[in-house]
């Protein structure tokens, strides 16, 4: 059954276990953590070159540095997505993020570029990633792990 719930409600009712109309979700938005999130799935809503994407690419862009979170539109993040406390995460955009995450402050998700590793990490559905940790190459997180 398909839920009609988008994927900015379904981030935030991680947060408030409530679903929100949109006036609701903007008033959360003076959170950082959760302002950014809705900066960035406005930002995977529209197709790179078209003007509304073009405007919220560069409005991500100034809140990637207001903000210390340097997580691209490409990434793939599944809903339900939440970050526990806002600076400092950076996440290569070829990553792929299940349903229902949560990554604390201070996380790498980075490429390696050679060796075994080679490659990005995985992560699947209704994972936590702790405070400082760091994932690099083709590391797979999880049980429920993304078909894609």
């Known amino acids: 059954m398909q839920s009609n719930h988008t994927s900015i409600q379904k ?86 993020i299940g349903k229902n995450c949560n990554i604390a402050q201070g996380v790498s998700i980075a490429q390696a570029n050679r060796g075994k590793n080679e490659g990005v990490s995985v992560i699947g559905d209704e994972v936590w990633i702790g405070p400082n940790a760091v994932l690099v190459g083709k590391i797979s997180i999880g049980s429920k792990l993304l078909k894609k």
């Open 11 to 96: 981030d935030f009712y991680r947060e408030s276990g409530n679903w929100l109309s949109p006036l609701q979700i903007w008033a959360k938005c003076i959170n950082p953590n959760l302002h950014f999130i809705y900066i960035l799935r406005k930002t995977q809503h529209y197709r790179k070159n078209s003007v509304l994407g073009m405007f919220w690419r560069l409005v991500l862009r100034h809140h990637q540095i207001k903000y210390g979170f340097q997580i691209y539109p490409e990434t793939q993040i599944g809903e339900g997505f939440y970050l526990g406390h806002w600076g400092n995460v950076v996440i290569n955009p070829k990553a792929k």
